[in-house]
């Protein structure tokens, strides 16, 4: 059993940055692929940004790739995603999750994350 906590999220103005953080419990936290999605109402929860478990492989939503980073530090079970140059259609709840042995194929998929943080809105301004 993982439980995943994010923070970081608030309100900015467009240009500019937030670090969304995630705490994992456990011990085994180094096992999981991680992965950043995001939500706005009505819509399906999409892809953001995925990492696998050693971090050496990072994927990304098109639109955000050279505008956000994803990063781990598994010796403080935490995960990261620096989002700069902040956009409004950036705007969303955005949700840490986990999965246990995930490969790197199946980092973007939703569907095979077994762990899911409970979301922290994000809301960028024009």
């Known amino acids: 059993q993982v439980q995943l906590v994010e923070s970081g999220g608030g309100l900015v103005q467009a240009g500019g940055s937030l670090r969304l953080s995630c705490a994992a419990s456990?011990?085994?936290?180094?096992?999981?692929?991680m992965g950043w999605f995001r939500q706005v109402p009505g819509k399906e929860r999409e892809f953001v940004a995925a990492?696998?478990?050693?971090?050496?492989?990072?994927n990304y939503l098109d639109s955000v790739k050279g505008r956000f980073t994803i990063s781990r530090d598994n010796a403080k079970v935490t995960v990261y995603l620096q989002m700069n140059s902040l956009k409004p259609e950036d705007t969303a709840v955005y949700y840490c999750?986990?999965?246990?042995?995930?490969?790197?194929?199946?980092?973007?998929?939703?569907?095979?994350?077994?762990?899911w943080g409970q979301g922290t809105q994000v809301t960028v301004s024009s």
């Open positions: 990492i696998t478990r050693g971090g050496g492989i990072t």
């Open positions: 999750a986990a999965g246990l042995y995930l490969q790197s194929k199946d980092i973007t998929l939703a569907q095979r994350y077994d762990y």
């Open positions: 456990g011990r085994t936290f180094s096992s999981y692929a």
